[in-house]
């Protein structure tokens, strides 16, 4: 079993950076593929962000080049972080764990954290 941890939102002004970290504990971190999703009142949940066990990365399109997902094996650590951020990209982050491959379907994944709410002004 897989327990996750997100913290680091909050309110932020249009071009600011924030970093989420997503915590992990349970089963073993190095095997396991991450993803970061965000879901706003009245849309569906996005991928937003996902890093394979072996460290490949894949992002939603449109946000390619201002966030960026990483992982500490040592620490047990997933991390978002957003640059040049945007009224639009306010929403609630969740982090998610899947075995071994990247995927940014959110049906794939198996353990979810209980998120951390962004929002930009």
């Known amino acids: 079993h897989v327990q996750l941890v997100e913290s680091g939102g909050g309110s932020v002004q249009a071009g600011d950076s924030l970093t989420l970290p997503c915590a992990v504990s349970?089963?073993?971190?190095?095997?396991?593929?991450f993803g970061w999703f965000r879901q706003s009142p009245g849309n569906e949940r996005d991928g937003v962000a996902s890093?394979?066990?072996?460290?490949?990365?894949r992002y939603l399109d449109s946000l390619r080049g201002r966030f960026t997902i990483s992982r500490d094996n040592a620490k047990r650590t997933v991390y978002l972080e957003m640059n040049g951020l945007k009224p639009e990209d306010t929403a609630m982050y969740y982090c998610?764990?899947?075995?071994?491959?990247?995927?940014?379907?959110?049906?794939?994944?198996?353990?979810w954290g209980q998120g951390t709410q962004v929002t930009v002004s």
């Open positions: 998610a764990a899947r075995p071994e491959f990247w995927s940014l379907r959110d049906i794939l994944y198996n353990y």
């Open positions: 349970g089963d073993t971190f190095s095997t396991l593929a």
């Open positions: 890093i394979g066990s072996d460290g490949m990365t």
